[in-house]
Nanobody, 112 residues
Framework: EVQLVESGGGLVQPGGSLRLSCAASGFTFGSYDMSWVRQAPGKGPEWVSAINSGGGSTYYADSVKGRFTISRDNAKNTLYLQMNSLKPEDTAVYYC?????WGQGTQVTVSS
């Protein structure tokens, strides 16, 4: 069974940082591209970032480019999202995604 379990969310002030993690199991993690997707209250899902299976290629939405960094550790079956210079508009539930599946999400709230 494929499982994606996100963690690391929380409440942070504008300008702060958080590091999200996604622990994957039930599939050969190192063989698949991975993504982060977020959904703000009352809005549809927004793709945030993606990384290829080997970790050598990364992609970002314009809204997070230069502030967020996606990475992965294939030995640990874990995906990361380092989020810096957070803004209130980054408030959302963040999901890792692959194989057409999402995890349960982790809440990120940016507020003073």
């Amino acid at each position: 069974e494929v499982q994606l379990v996100e963690s690391g969310g929380g409440l942070v002030q504008p300008g702060g940082s958080l590091r999200l993690s996604c622990a994957a199991s039930g599939f050969t993690f190192g063989s698949y591209d991975m993504s982060w997707v977020r959904q703000a209250p009352g809005k549809g899902p927004e793709w945030v970032s993606a990384i290829n299976s080997g970790g050598g290629s990364t992609y970002y939405a314009d809204s997070v480019k230069g502030r967020f960094t996606i990475s992965r550790d294939n030995a640990k079956n874990t995906l990361y999202l380092q989020m810096n210079s957070l803004k209130p508009e980054d408030t959302a539930v963040y999901y890792c995604a692959t194989l057409g599946l999402w995890g349960q999400g982790t809440q990120v709230t940016v507020s003073s």
